[in-house]
């Protein structure tokens, strides 16, 4: 399918220069409102795309994330491209213009994406009908966070005002993944961890213990050495005394 149809009708004098990238400047504010509102790091990236997208006036929009693990660039949002091949398109650094930008660090532009001996259709995408290509590097610091691409079907679409505009939205967009995936990790441990005790109880603890005798005990537990050296040291009536041989720490009498 003509998966960006709607977003290239949209704009049909976009190429007349009326896209406004002070708007897009203007809107990085709203990153961290999309990324507030957000449930999830997918539901982000998503909102950014179809963000970028409409400001730009673009057909199609896309963000693929850079795995540690593997090395690869991987597809997590697609707007304007075809949906199923979101988490399922992989590129390996240096492969194709978006992993050349990956790999070296750098925004990559084509006025005809195409004709770069460097380009790798990938079918997946249905991209076919797109020339202009443009590719940003999000990076923090040295570090490789992904990689922003847009697409248009006019060649030459873009320039380097819109790189520019483009290069600020990617800086914005490098911190808010970033504390995205710090938001998930933390959010994931705390369903692991247990809850803490509140301000001024003692810490639940668990103790395990043989029974002397049948039957239902009242009374605070304690270790059993504790409870044993307690005993060993509290006379009973009549003189006697429970040494530490006894079982029964709970008060269950022998």
């Given at each position: 399918?003509?998966?960006?149809?709607?977003?290239?009708?949209?704009?049909?004098?976009?190429?007349?220069?009326?896209?406004?990238?002070?708007?897009?400047?203007?809107?990085?504010?709203?990153?961290?409102?999309?990324?507030?509102e957000s449930s999830n790091?997918?539901?982000?990236?998503?909102?950014v795309t179809a963000f970028i997208a409409r400001q730009m006036h673009v057909d199609a929009c896309s963000i693929s994330l850079f795995e540690d693990e593997t090395q690869e660039l991987v597809l997590r949002s697609a707007c304007g491209?075809?949906?199923?091949?979101?988490?399922?398109?992989?590129?390996?650094?240096?492969?194709?213009?978006?992993?050349?930008?990956?790999?070296?660090?750098?925004?990559?532009?084509?006025?005809?994406?195409?004709?770069n001996p460097k380009f790798k259709p990938v079918p997946e995408l249905a991209e076919e009908q797109y020339h202009a290509f443009l590719a940003l590097p999000i990076l923090r610091g040295?570090?490789?966070?992904?990689?922003?691409?847009?697409?248009?079907?006019?060649p030459g679409y873009f320039s380097e005002?819109?790189?520019?505009?483009?290069?600020?939205?990617?800086?914005?967009?490098?911190?808010?993944?970033?504390?995205?995936?710090?938001?998930?990790?933390?959010?994931?441990?705390?369903t692991v961890a247990p809850?803490?005790?509140?301000?001024?109880?003692?810490?639940?603890?668990?103790?395990?213990?043989k029974s002397a005798s049948e039957g239902i005990a009242h009374g605070a537990a304690a270790p059993a050495a504790a409870a044993n050296q307690s005993q060993a040291n509290r006379a009973l009536p009549g003189g006697v005394h429970v040494g530490n041989g006894q079982r029964g720490e709970c008060g269950a009498g022998g």
């Amino acid at each position: 399918g003509v998966y960006g149809q709607p977003l290239a009708d949209s704009m049909a004098s976009g190429m007349n220069g009326e896209r406004d990238n002070v708007d897009l400047i203007c809107g990085i504010g709203e990153l961290a409102v999309l990324l507030q509102e957000s449930s999830n790091i997918k539901e982000f990236l998503n909102s950014v795309t179809a963000f970028i997208a409409r400001q730009m006036h673009v057909d199609a929009c896309s963000i693929s994330l850079f795995e540690d693990e593997t090395q690869e660039l991987v597809l997590r949002s697609a707007c304007g491209l075809n949906p199923d091949a979101v988490d399922k398109v992989r590129i390996r650094q240096g492969e194709g213009l978006t992993g050349l930008a990956l790999q070296e660090m750098r925004v990559v532009l084509e006025a005809k994406g195409a004709e770069n001996p460097k380009f790798k259709p990938v079918p997946e995408l249905a991209e076919e009908q797109y020339h202009a290509f443009l590719a940003l590097p999000i990076l923090r610091g040295p570090a490789r966070i992904g990689v922003l691409v847009l697409q248009h079907h006019l060649p030459g679409y873009f320039s380097e005002q819109d790189v520019k505009a483009l290069r600020a939205i990617t800086n914005q967009l490098a911190m808010a993944i970033g504390n995205a995936k710090l938001l998930s990790t933390l959010q994931q441990a705390e369903t692991v961890a247990p809850p803490l005790p509140r301000s001024g109880q003692e810490p639940i603890r668990y103790l395990k213990g043989k029974s002397a005798s049948e039957g239902i005990a009242h009374g605070a537990a304690a270790p059993a050495a504790a409870a044993n050296q307690s005993q060993a040291n509290r006379a009973l009536p009549g003189g006697v005394h429970v040494g530490n041989g006894q079982r029964g720490e709970c008060g269950a009498g022998g």
